[in-house]
């Protein structure tokens, strides 16, 4: 299998963190005895395409109440696909941890459930989404929203750690652009029209005249 330059650069760079970290949270497996694997499988299954996190932001769009915090987090999905499924996968081509048998990967992959993957490795598309999405949830939220939105954040980057389909530095990347993603999300919601907090589909009325007009 052939392997681009960056991919190369990055397996070398990180070779001790990668292992040193996967060997950590593989002993949740070792410790529990695969309590953990289930629960992994079903964070891991939320990130899956994206989809729970489009419909949860494009929920809170819809309600005015709400609507800063679903444009933002519905943008900062967006910016996180475009940079990470988009661009850096495509370019760096980086292969699954599971990949080469004779990597300790391998064998953690093997008692964990040998879950596979259709894309490239780097970075985790799965953990740039959570964080592209919490990031201004915890941003705008309070204190409740902040520990919750933060907790699955990294609760995803762990478990694709954890199910050996992601390298601890594919994680560590897409926490980075996830979170800078969020960030500009922020910003961008900020700049938009009042008029696009205000609207709200269900406060709109007919006139006798036959025209519309939107009850603030």
């Known amino acids: 299998m052939e392997i681009t330059a960056s991919a190369v650069w990055i397996n070398q760079t990180f070779a001790n963190f990668d292992e040193s970290i996967t060997s950590a949270v593989h002993s949740l497996y070792e410790i529990a005895g695969g309590?953990?694997?289930?629960?992994?499988?079903?964070?891991?299954?939320?990130?899956k395409g994206g989809i729970f996190l489009i419909?949860?932001?494009?929920?809170?769009?819809?309600?005015?109440?709400?609507?800063?915090?679903?444009?933002?987090?519905l943008l900062g999905l967006t910016i996180g696909f475009?940079?990470?499924?988009?661009c850096l996968k495509v370019f760096i081509a980086r292969p699954r941890p599971y990949v080469d048998q004779d990597s300790i990967f391998y064998k953690f992959w093997l008692t964990v459930g040998q879950n596979t993957e259709?894309?490239?490795?780097?970075?985790?598309?799965?953990?740039?989404?959570?964080?592209?999405?919490m990031?201004?949830?915890?941003?705008?939220?309070?204190?409740?929203v902040k520990f919750?939105?933060?907790?699955?954040?990294?609760?995803?980057g762990i478990a694709r750690i954890y199910l050996c389909v992601h390298f601890p530095s594919d994680v560590l990347a897409g926490m980075?652009?996830?979170i800078l993603a969020g960030c500009i999300a922020v910003v961008i919601a900020s700049k938009l029209p009042r008029k696009w907090y205000k609207w709200d589909l269900s406060e709109r009325k007919r006139e006798p005249s036959g025209k519309h007009e939107i009850v603030k």
């Open 35 to 47: 309590f953990f694997t289930p629960f992994f499988e079903g964070v891991s299954y939320l990130g």
């Open 55 to 73: 419909l949860l932001s494009a929920m809170l769009l819809f309600y005015r109440p709400t609507r800063r915090f679903g444009t933002a987090m």
């Open 82 to 86: 475009a940079v990470t499924n988009l």
């Open 118 to 133: 259709s894309d490239k490795s780097f970075p985790s598309g799965h953990t740039t989404a959570a964080f592209g999405c």
């Open 135 to 144: 990031t201004p949830a915890f941003i705008l939220g309070n204190r409740r």
């Open 148 to 156: 919750f939105s933060l907790l699955f954040a990294v609760l995803m």
């Open 176 to 178: 980075i652009v996830g």
